[in-house]
């Protein structure tokens, strides 16, 4: 279960920094850009945290 958690607070950080990144270099906040925004956030995160725990194992 610990493992799980650390993993789901691994991604909301990733996803929380990524939205604000894309927030913060689009010109114009609508909806639309906000909902393309959280999606590909959302994307971004799931990408690091896989390639993050991918990295960390072990060879076997």
Known sequence: MDGRLGAGAEFLAWWAVL???????VSTVDVLELVVGVCCAAAGALAATAARRAAREEPR
């Not at 939205?19 to 270099?25: A, E, G, K, S």
């Open 19 to 25: 939205v604000v990144l894309w927030l913060v270099l």
